[in-house]
């Protein structure tokens, strides 16, 4: 990610055009980028599919210039997603194609592209048809879009099957997001606890609950509002708030489908990122959680009986028509899990892996049984580490707005050198 697009001034000049430019090929890519920029346009950048989407949403450009082979998402999933978006479903988008492949032009503009140009190409000729989109969009496009109200995300995890470390990887991923963040509209981070019957995410943070989501459903109000909603929250630490489920699985049968649908809009205009634990077997309460999340993380580990059942989950997703954008897999190695490399998977699923999360040996355990995780305790351990990269990822891929989430804290650069390095 390059110029930032408040750099481009306030002031009472015409705005410049801001164009997203992605494509896996660093090469290509600056070639691209230096020909648009010496037209007067600023630029973004995006090295892949699930980075260009969030970018994109980030910064929300005049037209999207998108290769079709990147890692992630392809341009074609990356066109579709944004056609959906209500915030960018109008913004043009050209297609890089690979030269001739003519079936390449037809899959763009099934999925809405507006133009393609072909690979190589003359810079003259893609220059003039950015522009031409450029001016269109200027024209049709912005006058309906609203400024965005600050909203936060729903991320769920669902392990493939019991004992993937779903648990641990929520409550980890909760802990070093409500970090990320500060001076936003909203609570940086929540964790909701939706396992009902194996309901521990608390107790992974030496959290105690003394109000729990069951004792809520004893006197639901008509409209579930922020403030009556926190009355059930234990804080923890300035930027997380605990929402645990239920104390005992009986108590547990009181969570209906419907509150949890409430639920999850309450958190939506409350906290930027709301992290929910869910059990991996199937029942309502999940099914209401895949309808409303923005993104969904299933856990699997490297064994075959997690591998079918993540084949069966990605058929549910199916049938409830959540589209591939909308969920990822994530690779963990609990002690006693299996020993398939991650390529392998990846070739199994056909899905790539968005993190892999390596065995970090019995700290995790010894962290889990204090009470204290292992990404605050020892935040240099390698589970540790993948963690916070984890978290930096899904604020990828899953933006909030600036106004939600406020500006990015040192933790973030920290995260940011790692990874480049
Ligand atoms: N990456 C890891 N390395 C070592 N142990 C792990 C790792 N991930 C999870 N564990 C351990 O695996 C066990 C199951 O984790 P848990 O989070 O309860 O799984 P789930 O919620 O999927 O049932 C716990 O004992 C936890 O400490
Ligand atoms: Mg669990």
């Known amino acids: 990610m390059t110029d930032s697009v408040a750099a481009t001034g306030a002031g009472t000049a015409p705005r410049k055009p801001v164009v997203l430019v992605a494509d ?3 090469h290509i890519r600056r070639l691209v980028v230096l020909l648009l920029q010496s037209r007067g346009m600023t630029i973004v950048q995006a090295a892949d599919g699930i980075e260009a989407l969030a970018v994109a949403k980030a910064s929300r450009p005049d037209v999207l210039v998108l290769d079709v082979n990147m890692p992630g998402l392809s341009g074609f999933e990356v066109c579709r997603a944004i056609r959906s978006d209500p915030l960018l479903h109008r913004t043009p988008v050209l297609i890089l194609t690979a030269q001739g492949a003519t079936a390449d032009k037809v899959a763009g503009f099934e999925v809405g592209a507006d133009d393609y140009v072909q690979k190589p190409f003359e810079g003259a000729e893609l220059a003039a048809r950015v522009g031409s989109l450029v001016a269109r969009s200027r024209v049709y496009g912005a006058a ?85 909603l926190l009355q059930f929250a234990e804080q923890h630490g300035p930027g997380l708030a605990v929402l645990s489920g239920a104390r005992n699985p009986l108590e547990g049968e009181r969570i209906t489908p419907d509150l949890v649908k409430s639920l999850l809009t309450t958190c939506k205009g409350t906290f930027s990122y709301s992290f929910v634990d869910l059990p991996s077997s199937y ?139």
């Open 283 to 421: 029942v309502e309460t999940s099914l209401s959680v895949f309808d409303l999340a923005d993104l969904i993380l299933v856990v699997v580990t490297p064994e075959l009986t997690s591998i079918r059942s993540a084949v069966q989950l990605m058929a549910v997703f199916q049938s409830l028509s959540i589209p591939p954008e909308r969920w990822h897999f994530l690779l963990n190695r609990p002690l006693d899990a299996g020993d398939l490399p991650e390529a392998a998977l990846e070739r199994t699923l056909h899905r790539p892996i968005l993190q892999a999360l390596p065995n970090n040996g019995l700290r995790v355990l010894e962290a889990n049984n204090r009470g204290v995780p292992l990404v605050k305790s020892q935040p240099t351990q390698p589970f540790s580490v993948a963690i916070e990269e984890l978290a930096l990822r899904v604020s990828h891929v899953v933006p909030v707005h600036s106004a939600a989430g406020g500006t990015p804290t040192e933790r973030v650069g920290r995260i940011e050198r790692r990874l480049k390095r």
């Open 144 to 228: 309906d879009t609203p400024p965005p109200e600050p909203e936060g995300r729903v991320v769920a995890l669902v392990g493939a099957k019991g004992g993937s470390g779903t648990t641990t990887v929520t409550t980890s991923l909760a802990l070093v997001t409500a970090d990320l963040w500060s001076g936003g509209a909203l609570t940086p981070a929540a964790l909701i606890d939706l396992d009902l019957v194996h309901s521990h995410a608390a107790f992974l943070l030496g959290v105690d609950p003394r109000r729990t989501l069951a004792d809520l459903t004893a006197h639901v109000p008509l409209t579930l509002d922020r403030d009556y």
């Open 24 to 26: 896996d090929d660093g």
